[in-house]
């Protein structure tokens, strides 16, 4: 699976279920489905495995614009709370080291 957005009504509002990884053209394709949505706004985001620094930067906008966030994986609330611009994130592959049988990931921050 690469991207997924599921609309569901629910009271008032809209929930809209991300899945997926959240980069590239999944970020333009949140954007736009956003604008289409309901007023109360809901991203349930249990189905996200991924998002980049463009990713983390539409979810903050959204957020800004009233949006509520809900089932937020603890790696993006973590890229939440941070001030990242879209040349601090380094992709993991290039930063990998291991520690014994576990692999660490690591974010570049300046």
Known sequence: MNFRITAIAEGDGTVLRVDGRLLGNAVAELTRVSVKAAQSLTFDLSGLLFADADGVTA?????????????VPPYVSLLLAMELKP?????????RRAHGDRETHQLKRK
Not at 59 to 71: C, D, M
């Open 59 to 71: 979810l903050k906008e959204l957020r800004a614009r009233g949006a509520r966030l809900r089932n």
């Open 87 to 95: 040349h601090d994130v380094v992709p993991t592959h290039c930063r």
